[in-house]
């Protein structure tokens, strides 16, 4: 069974030589790891005992990247009142990707739409000219 931390255990370890991170509501011990991020040390250390969640998918980590992250799992965060929302889970992006990808489809439908109105008032138009002639 995994250990549960709350926000106030994750922020006591926000040290070079002892440095939890929370990504997705685990806790990681990235102490052994921050010599070796290709991503620097200074950008761990900004996060450190803190919610990385953010940080962490906006650079959009590799596969192998998420790997690491498995091997440095220490526990669960426990959330308790007052605590620091969730940060944006990569699954609520998925959702509004797919849910503006459904706008567009109903904005094509509005552009067929207001074509074919605009073709058919042209054509309207042009019977009308005719009949003048
Ligand atoms: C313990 C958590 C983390 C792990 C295990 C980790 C791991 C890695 C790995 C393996 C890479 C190489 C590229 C890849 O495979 O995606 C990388 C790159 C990078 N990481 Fe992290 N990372 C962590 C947290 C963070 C955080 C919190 C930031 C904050 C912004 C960050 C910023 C970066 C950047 C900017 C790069 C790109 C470096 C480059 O391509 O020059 N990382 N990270």
Do not use: N, W
């Amino acid at each position: 069974m995994s250990k549960e931390f709350t926000y106030a255990d994750v922020a006591s370890h926000a040290s070079k030589k002892d440095l939890y991170v929370v990504i997705h509501d685990k806790v990681y011990d990235s102490t052994a790891f921050v010599d070796e991020h290709p991503g620097g040390e200074e950008v761990l250390l900004d996060v450190g005992g803190q919610d990385a969640t953010e940080a962490f998918e906006d650079v959009g980590h590799s596969d192998e990247a998420r790997e690491i992250l498995a091997d440095l799992l220490v526990g669960t965060l426990k959330r308790q009142a007052g605590d620091p929302k969730p940060k944006i889970a990569p699954v609520a992006s998925t959702t509004s990707s797919s849910s503006s990808s459904t706008g567009l489809g109903v904005g094509l439908y509005a552009v067929v739409l207001i074509g074919g109105a605009a073709a058919y008032f042209a054509y309207q138009y042009m019977q009308s000219q005719e009949a003048q002639a």
